[in-house]
């Protein structure tokens, strides 16, 4: 099955700064990665998504990249706010109806 | 929200017991899932749903059943509950509408302690 790994299991930044989430993933089939974002108590909610016939993505001051021969996709996170404080997942997936496999989660921590 | 409920929201039992939770949606999505969540493991799927009576297991089925007698109601059944079953657990459902019918959305969560 899918093995998705996910680097750095923690990330400090300061407020304003850039924070990069990158996950790996080994099965060349999976085609859609999504990134939740979960704050402490709550669920994950989805806060992005690439699809494999796109390289980036972006929505304000979030973007992702997909670099499919490497096999690994990356979340930037610019001019960061201390509300970005969360624990951030990657998953990846075959496509509709089949199962999301998890990175291990990134706990962000926004310094003000 | 996608019209996720589950519940109980919370529940202690013993070890040995059987337990059931119920995720409830709204809005006649055909696919379901039950996800675990443990520290350092992240989400794991249990069992999932693609349509009445039809389900299939995941990467940690054991211990655990499902059944699904109609769209709205996905049940993960831990016949006899084990401390290791202590864990938060999350419906999550793929949405009806196409344009996004390959992502999840997921339920609140319930937290499910094991003594």
């Known amino acids: 099955g899918e093995n998705v790994e996910q680097h750095p299991s923690t990330l400090s930044v300061q407020e304003g700064d850039s924070a990069v989430i990158k996950c790996t993933y080994s099965d060349s089939a999976s085609n859609y990665f999504p990134w939740y974002k979960q704050e402490l108590g709550k669920r994950p909610q989805l806060i992005i998504d690439?699809?494999?016939?796109?390289g980036e993505k972006k929505d304000q001051r979030i973007a992702v990249t997909l670099n499919k021969t490497a096999k690994h996709f990356s979340l930037h996170i610019t001019e960061t706010q201390p509300e970005d404080s969360a624990v951030y997942f990657c998953?990846?997936?075959?496509?509709?109806?089949?199962?999301?496999?998890f990175g291990t989660g990134t706990s962000l921590t926004v310094i003000p | 929200d996608a019209g996720i409920t589950q519940s109980p929201r919370h529940k202690v039992t013993e070890t040995g017991t059987p337990v059931t939770l119920r995720c409830h949606q709204t809005?006649?999505?055909?696919?379901m899932y039950w996800y675990r969540q443990d520290p350092g493991h992240g989400l794991r799927l249990i069992h999932y749903s693609y349509g009445v009576k039809d389900t299939d297991k995941g990467e940690v089925s054991d211990g655990y059943s499902v059944s699904r007698s109609k769209t709205e109601d996905f049940l993960l059944t831990l016949e006899s509950a084990t401390s290791s079953q202590t864990s938060v657990y999350f419906c999550?459902?793929?949405?009806?509408?196409?344009?996004?019918?390959?992502?999840?959305?997921f339920g609140p969560g319930t937290r499910l302690t094991v003594l």
């Open positions: 998953a990846a997936s075959i496509g509709t109806g089949n199962q999301f496999y």
């Open positions: 999550a459902i793929s949405p009806a509408w196409d344009r996004d019918a390959d992502t999840q959305y």
């Open positions: 690439i699809r494999s016939n796109v």
């Open positions: 809005e006649n999505h055909r696919y």
